[in-house]
Nanobody, 123 residues
Framework: QVQLVESGGGLVQPGGSLRLSCAAS????????MGWYRQAPGKQRELVAA???????NYADSVKGRFTISRDNAKNTVYLQMNSLKPEDTAVYSC?????????????????WGQGTQVTVSS
């Protein structure tokens, strides 16, 4: 069983910054890819940023140059540094991690979702 705990959301003015964290705990062998998604009211969930186990990153065009994803493998944690926030960044942000674990003599992978954290950008 794996638990993901997110933190760092809140209310910020346009142009401000926030840093989201997502810490994984539980029984697993390794964490592979990690990512942040967001869903605004009335819209589909979209990928914001992702980082592979090797550290390669990928960003949505709308956040390039403003957001930075990083990970601390020693802490099993992924971060999303969000700068120059805009009202259109308002959404519930959720982390997703892909985990490898060993069970019943078989290696398996599956992904887990965090509970989501609200980010509101408003003056």
């Amino acid at each position: 069983q794996v638990q993901l705990v997110e933190s760092g959301g809140g209310l910020v003015q346009p142009g401000g910054s926030l840093r989201l964290s997502c810490a994984a705990s539980g029984s697993f062998f390794s964490i592979n890819g990690m990512g942040w998604y967001r869903q605004a009211p009335g819209k589909q969930r979209e990928l914001v940023a992702a980082i592979t186990g090797g550290g390669s990153t990928n960003y949505a065009d709308s956040v390039k140059g403003r957001f930075t994803i990083s990970r601390d493998n020693a802490k099993n944690t992924v971060y999303l540094q969000m700068n120059s926030l805009k009202p259109e960044d308002t959404a519930v942000y959720s982390c997703n991690v892909d985990i490898t674990y060993y069970t019943s003599g078989i290696w398996r992978t599956r992904d887990y979702w965090g509970q989501g954290t609200q980010v509101t950008v408003s003056s």
